[in-house]
């Protein structure tokens, strides 16, 4: 039997009359149709890899191979699919492809012939990973507008025009249309139903019109009809676009398998490439191979019976060796003539974009291509994000609830409970009163640490594809959630206050300290937020500090009672300086017997400017703290 040696590119299609892109995205061509390449592709882009291969430390020292050096090459304009057993190395590859991941392995990467740029390939490829993680109160139209605002902004009317013809063209690739404005919900919010949510991932990383796009099992629990539409719609993406969209899949079924210019397979224990070529070449290559596909059997459930170590059809071993032989040697010429064939670097890529786009809109004003990591600017990253997170709040009656509803009902409780303290004579009833105030204000921000949790989940993901940075979170954050809760706490102080029937010259200063401690504990809370895998690790991590601050005040221990070694912590107590304050200036208006219950208290007068600086100065750290933390920890690990 002859030796079929497939082509290592993918076929070109023939052109079909000239159609809308409407058309196109809403009717995708059946298999076998050729899709007309639209005069708006993005620039072309080739991938190419050289002895990519990955091992993992295990907990004894010793090192397990996960992949083996493999090699291989992508033009523009293919649906590639990479395939294997569980456990062969297929999202290690395309980790290692998309610059993801995150420990040490060995090869090169290069686009159009050139060694991978770390600072732009971000700006010219796009990740979609199995994750749909989503805020449940975005609108899936939203969803799409989001990312192509921080990827491609539009910079004039013509060119915002144009980007929302491109995005109602995605909704119908993806089939999304109908639910364009429909929430994408969640556990505890109706929206779209799971295979749509899907659908909006790859839609979202499309909506980057990046040219290279990195799919890591986007048919993973979706039923049959939405695994297909969703390959349809990548396809329609890939040859209208001219985007290189590899693709992470497990057993695709016969009709979806067919959508797919290319096919690399790959076995495991170890990780070893079996095949890499047209899809449509494997079948003929297997049987050349001495392992023809049944009639009526699923070609791609053949292929993993094959690869799969231990499996009764077990060929694996056989078929690498086989691709050794037959197939690596052309592999590896192709390789080394793409390393050769240098095309456009990251950064002529980026310019010759910024150019289209100027051309392609009238009316478009000349800006020059930004080649660093993000497509738009630290103050466009803040706009975005603001308008999200503005809409997001407005449309949950939960976070507007916990930062303004419940503040006024604890304030109604609270004042009930000391109504009318103030007309009592100072003593250990009105201490207590202020002590339970400042106590309550500062744990003004302890129920959203499970919200912040969650929020930065979606912030990583999003930071990962260099959407935005994560200073720009962070001041979205203060400039909509801090606000809210500093009402909710202002409100919950006038309520009490009024209920306690205090001398209103206290009222400034009263209100000034629980303002103050807000702002600390919620720097505190942020920072823990930022920093715990989980909102139960936040909780024992904030814990401790609660309890310090709290005890450590003049009240509950008093730098008499305290133990020599500790008495340092009430230089840094938030809480004993705010109470000493208080104290202090309503001990004045106090009888003797009141004086004499402070002065017992060992509280120091003259330090109102000292504890300003301490608390000022620790919040600003607390502040860098939360920074470094959602930068550095809790990463995406891959």
């Known amino acids: 039997m002859a030796v079929v040696a497939p082509s290592f590119t993918a076929q070109l299609e023939m052109p079909l009359p000239r159609q809308s892109t409407g058309q196109l995205m ?22 190419t890899f050289k002895d990519l291969a990955f091992s993992a430390k295990l907990p004894g020292g010793e090192k397990q191979t996960i992949l083996e050096p493999c090699s291989g090459h992508f033009e523009p304009g293919q649906l590639a699919a990479i395939m294997g057993p569980s456990g062969c190395g297929k999202s290690t590859l395309l980790d290692m492809l998309a610059m993801k991941k995150t420990a040490q392995y060995s090869g090169e990467v290069a686009v159009n012939g050139r060694p991978r740029d770390p600072t732009l390939f971000p700006r010219i490829a796009a990740y979609v990973g199995q994750e749909d993680q989503m805020p449940a109160h975005w609108k899936v139209r939203e969803a799409l507008e989001f990312n192509t605002a921080l990827k491609r902004p539009a910079n004039s ?3 915002r025009k144009a980007t929302a013809d491109f995005i109602n063209n995605l909704l119908e690739a993806f089939g999304l249309a109908g639910v364009a404005n429909t929430y994408i919900g969640g556990t505890e919010v109706r929206g779209i139903s799971g295979g749509q949510r899907r659908r909006v991932t790859l839609a979202r990383g499309v909506a980057a019109q990046a040219s290279i796009l990195f799919c890591d099992e986007p048919t993973s629990g979706l039923s049959a009809t939405d695994a297909e539409l969703c390959i349809k719609a990548l396809r329609v993406v890939a040859k209208r676009m001219n985007v290189l969209a590899l693709v992470v899949i497990h057993q695709p079924r016969r009709e979806v398998a067919a959508l797919f210019d290319t096919l690399v397979l790959l076995t495991s224990n170890p990780g070893r490439m079996a095949y890499f070529g047209p899809m449509g070449q494997c079948p003929s290559y297997m049987e050349s191979c001495g392992y023809p596909v049944p009639a009526l059997a699923s070609a791609t459930d053949f292929y993993l019976d094959l690869l799969t170590p231990g499996a009764e059809l ?53 800006q020059k291509a930004r080649l660093g990591p993000y497509a738009v600017s630290f103050g466009g990253q803040v706009k975005a994000l603001l308008r999200r997170k503005v809409l997001l709040t407005l449309r949950n009656p939960g976070a507007i609830g916990m930062q303004i509803a419940m503040p006024t009902v604890m304030g109604v409780v609270l004042g009930t409970v000391f109504q009318g303290i103030g007309k009592h004579a100072f003593g250990i009833a009105q201490l207590q009163f202020i002590f339970i105030l400042l106590t309550m204000l500062s744990l003004q921000s302890l129920p959203l640490m499970p919200l912040l949790i969650e929020e930065r989940v979606f912030m990583k993901l999003e930071t990962s594809e260099k959407l935005y940075k994560e200073g720009a ?16 706490a202002t409100i919950q102080t006038l309520i009490i206050y009024g209920f306690a029937q205090l001398q209103f010259d206290y009222l400034p200063t009263i209100l000034g300290w629980t303002l103050l401690l807000f702002f600390l504990f919620d720097a505190l809370f942020q920072c823990v937020a930022a920093a715990a895998p989980d909102g139960e690790q936040a909780i024992s ?21 305290a133990p020599v070694f500790l008495r340092w912590i009430f230089e840094i107590s938030p809480t004993s300086y705010a109470l000493q304050s208080i104290v202090l200036m309503m001990a004045e208006d106090a009888d003797e017997t009141g004086k004499f219950l402070v002065a017992g208290m060992g509280y120091r007068p003259g330090e109102n400017m000292k504890g300003i600086v301490v608390i000022a100065c620790m919040t600003a750290v607390l502040r860098v703290l939360q920074v470094l933390a959602l930068k550095y920890l809790n990463k995406v690990q891959r």
């Open 541 to 561: 991590m904030a814990t401790p500090f609660l309890v310090i601050f709290m005890l450590f005040n003049g009240l509950v221990v008093t730098r008499a009672t």
């Open 157 to 159: 009317t013509s060119s």
């Open 473 to 488: 979170y962070i001041l979205t954050t203060l400039f909509v959630t801090v606000p809210l809760s500093i009402l909710g």
């Open 26 to 47: 809403r009717q995708p061509p059946a298999v076998g149709e050729s899709i007309e390449r639209s005069d708006n592709a993005v620039q072309p882009a080739s991938l």
């Open 314 to 366: 077990d060929a694996s071993d056989a078929l690498v060796a086989a691709f050794a032989s037959r197939q690596r040697p052309g592999l590896v010429q192709v390789v080394d003539e793409a390393l050769k064939a240098e095309g456009q670097t990251a950064k002529e890529m980026l310019i010759a974009a910024q150019q289209q786009t100027v051309q392609g809109n009238q009316g478009a004003s000349v």
